[in-house]
């Protein structure tokens, strides 16, 4: 059993002696949780962002990050709470920066990828990717801390609690930004013809 | 004006994704029942909810790779750099190496925690009484493989077979002997998630060992097993038992013969043999790369080539050169080397990555837009097609 070690992506707490390792900035230890908690990461970042290409320069942002901070994390929260604390972070400087702003066109519809096979799975692939290019546009205009307490809370479904852990504020300050992005939309939606047929419970 | 009913379904409908307790949930059916403006909400929320989640953001398994690989890099450089170190080279490497030789657990493993593209199609009975599978491959091109058939298929697949749902990485072969309910790896690796009800064995042989299950979900590479959930025994091929192996564990199998840069006997003679040194060669190349060091990397690559192996191993090893070019500082050496394997197996995974890989790194603008639009124009459905175009159109004038 010597060259049995410790790993698992699915389990949602790390053995003390992995992160212990992550501390002191090991390096398998590092591979091992980073690897593990990527897809969740990926997710994460991608629904916050929503279908674009800058998700994998994200996640690479993130996970450098991580690994920076790693000899400070106190082991308060989970690892995969804390890396989604990081993750959040940077998702959000990411839409505040005034750069993302000028270029902040979702793909344009051509530009969007046709999925990796033929016929109907394409197309729905296609269809799924243009009905969400077309949700983050309205999103898009939602300030960032809302729109990210917004996707987390009612998209993701974490508790209230959850979200203001992740974006580092209170609860009530949590629950102000998700009913202002819910009026927001509500707003949108009387004027706009696609979000209004989401309102009346059809699919666009 | 707002009234405090439908602030209080408004907090609610919001909530409805993270759970309602059943009360909550029979107070806002009813309420929204008779207010037309909360039935809009809910309809719209549920609407924003059903169209955010019908598109699952991915990345390629190579690009998350590579995610964790520039991470590891960016980390060690800065490290380095703070220590004012001389050798940038070798951190940047040791960090880039690092990535590299989790490169295949990284197949599985993050593949394995999110369904990835390809679809499962329901296990027919062959005539005969005994158990063939349907695999669906992300193309959506259907074959059957029948028991004792041997497949392999070129893109990351899916099998099911009678009581286990196997994912197949790409390049990967597998043999189903529906009678012993074994499923030989003769090469490559595979996650399968085996339903325990039916109480049947099920076994992943590889050359080097045995991974027997009685209910699980669980990794097997050329080299190692690795459990996410249930229990596995490992056996050698005498039948010793190696491990037991419980749910977060993991089984390295060490080839001793193959840790020798230098095969004791001619390569041609080594038969049987040599493709479980090949297989072990490139597992000894990729890690010594990950732990820097480039010589003892560099001399298992080269056994490895002159061993003439397989088409796969042989565009794996030619990779791992360019990788170590990459990881030494050498940019025009790695370039010239990726275009190689792009050149040479232009219709396996590693000759599209190479060429992507190619375009990465070349500063040249002129240049890596070239190879950008020929990736492009080669690999149309490719895993990097989104990046291209990005990394095109932002890099136009």
């Known amino acids: 059993m010597q060259n049995v070690v410790a790993i698992d992506p699915q389990r949602r707490e790390e053995p003390p002696d992995l992160v ?3 501390r002191r900035g090991d390096r398998a230890a590092l591979e091992a949780v980073l690897t593990a908690h990527a897809p969740y990461l990926e997710r994460l970042l991608g629904r916050v962002v929503g279908p674009r290409a800058e998700v994998e320069d994200l996640l690479q942002a993130t996970l450098a990050a991580a690994i920076s901070a790693f000899p400070r994390f106190r082991g308060e929260a989970q690892v995969r709470t804390w890396l989604a604390r990081i993750a959040v972070r940077t998702a959000h400087d990411h839409l505040r920066r005034a750069e993302f702003r000028k270029r902040g066109e979702l793909p344009s519809l051509e530009a969007v990828p046709d999925g990796e096979g033929d016929g109907r799975r394409a197309e729905d692939r296609l269809d799924a990717q243009q009905r969400a290019a077309r949700l983050y546009e309205h999103l898009q205009a939602i300030g960032p801390k809302k729109r990210i307490a917004f ?21 009530p300050a949590t629950k102000s930004r998700i009913f202002w992005a819910r009026r927001e939309l509500m707003k949108r939606a009387a004027r706009d013809p696609w979000l209004k ?4 419970g059809n699919e666009p | 004006m707002i009234r405090p009913k439908c602030m209080r379904a408004g907090s609610l409908i919001a909530a409805r994704s993270a759970g309602l307790s059943r009360a909550d949930g029979l107070w806002l059916e009813e309420h929204i029942a008779g207010c037309a403006h909360c039935a809009s909400e809910a309809a719209l929320m549920s609407g924003v909810v059903a169209v955010a989640e019908s598109f699952e953001p991915e990345l390629s398994v190579a690009a998350r790779t590579r995610a964790v690989r520039e991470a590891l890099r960016t980390h060690a450089a800065g490290a380095q750099a703070a220590a004012s170190a001389p050798s940038f080279g070798l951190a940047w490497g040791a960090g880039l190496a690092g990535a590299v030789a989790i490169a295949a657990l990284v197949v599985v493993l993050a593949e394995g925690g999110e369904p990835g593209d390809a679809r499962v199609a329901e296990a027919p009975k062959d005539g005969h009484g005994g158990v063939a599978a349907a695999v669906q ?32 990485a790409p390049q990967s072969e597998a043999q189903w002997n529906a009678k012993t309910h074994e499923l030989s790896l003769p090469q490559g690796e595979l996650l399968a998630e085996v339903d325990p009800k039916p ?26 097993v690795v459990v996410l959930r249930g229990r596995v025994r490992v056996v050698a091929p005498s039948g010793e038992q190696r491990a037991v192996l419980n749910a977060g564990e993991r089984y390295d199998h060490v080839v001793e013969a193959a840790l020798e840069p230098e095969p004791a006997e001619p390569v041609s003679a080594l038969g049987a043999r040599e493709r479980v040194n090949v297989a072990a060669l490139l597992t000894q190349a990729r890690d010594a790369l990950a732990a820097g060091e480039l010589d003892r990397s560099r001399r298992a690559i080269d056994s490895v080539l002159a061993a003439k192996p397989r088409q796969t191993a042989r565009a794996e090893a030619l990779t791992l050169r360019a990788e170590l070019f990459e990881v030494q500082g050498d940019r025009g050496s790695a370039i010239a080397a990726y275009l190689e394997v792009a050149s040479r197996f232009r219709n396996l995974a590693a000759g599209e990555n190479a060429l992507f890989a190619a375009a990465r790194l070349e500063r040249n603008e002129a240049k890596a837009q070239q190879l950008l639009s020929q990736y492009l124009e080669r690999y149309p459905r490719g895993r990097f097609v989104v990046e291209a175009k990005y990394r095109l159109e932002r890099s136009a004038p």
């Open chain 1, 20 to 22: 212990e390792r992550c």
């Open chain 2, 199 to 224: 109480r049947r064995p099920f076994a992943v042989v590889t050359p080097d060992f045995r991974a027997e299950v009685l209910g699980t979900r669980f990794e097997v590479t050329q080299s190692s």
């Open chain 2, 137 to 168: 491959a992300p193309s959506g091109e259907v074959a059957r493989l029948l028991a004792g058939e041997r497949v392999r298929m070129s893109t990351r697949t899916q099998v099911t077979l009678d009581h286990a749902a196997v994912e197949l």
């Open chain 1, 197 to 200: 047929t989401l309102a009346e």
């Open chain 1, 151 to 171: 996707l987390l809370h009612i998209v993701e479904g974490h508790p209230i609690e959850e979200v203001a852990a992740l974006m580092g504020a209170s609860k």
